[in-house]
């Protein structure tokens, strides 16, 4: 029987490994879709600004300069929108991330109470 026990301790802490490790991953995924999110909205903003100021009544070489950086903000712009059609796939290994985390505390309250039965 000690085997057995030795079994279960071990099948546990490995469950609760990986729950943890799958906690700290949808944490982090988490934080970084927020993080993109505000940098999309702050990269937007930027641009605006720009433009605005290269129509503005400055000189020509100042409404060049900002018509410049109001451009290359729109390629920034357009890369994030291309990384929020990113954060909509890593949306599914969420819920998968989810899915297997609800598994795992499942199964350490299965292994627990089997190895309370005892």
């Not at 009544?57 to 994030?80: I, M, N, P, V």
């Not at 819920?95 to 795992?104: I, N, Q, T, W």
Request: glycine share 2%.
């Amino acid at each position: 029987m000690h085997s057995r026990d030795q079994y279960f301790e071990h099948r546990r802490q490995t469950l609760e490994t990986f729950e943890t490790q799958l906690r700290s991953l949808l944490t982090s995924l988490s934080n970084a879709a927020k993080a993109r999110s505000a940098l999309h909205n702050s990269i937007a903003e930027l641009q605006s600004a720009f433009l605005a100021l290269a129509e503005s009544d400055l000189s020509t070489q100042l409404r060049k300069l900002f018509a410049e950086a109001a451009s290359l903000q729109k390629k920034l712009h357009d890369l994030s929108e291309a990384q929020a059609i990113s954060d909509e796939q890593i949306g599914g290994l969420v819920s998968v991330a989810e899915s297997y985390a609800r598994m795992c505390a499942s199964a350490r309250v299965s292994t627990n109470d089997s190895t309370e039965f005892r």
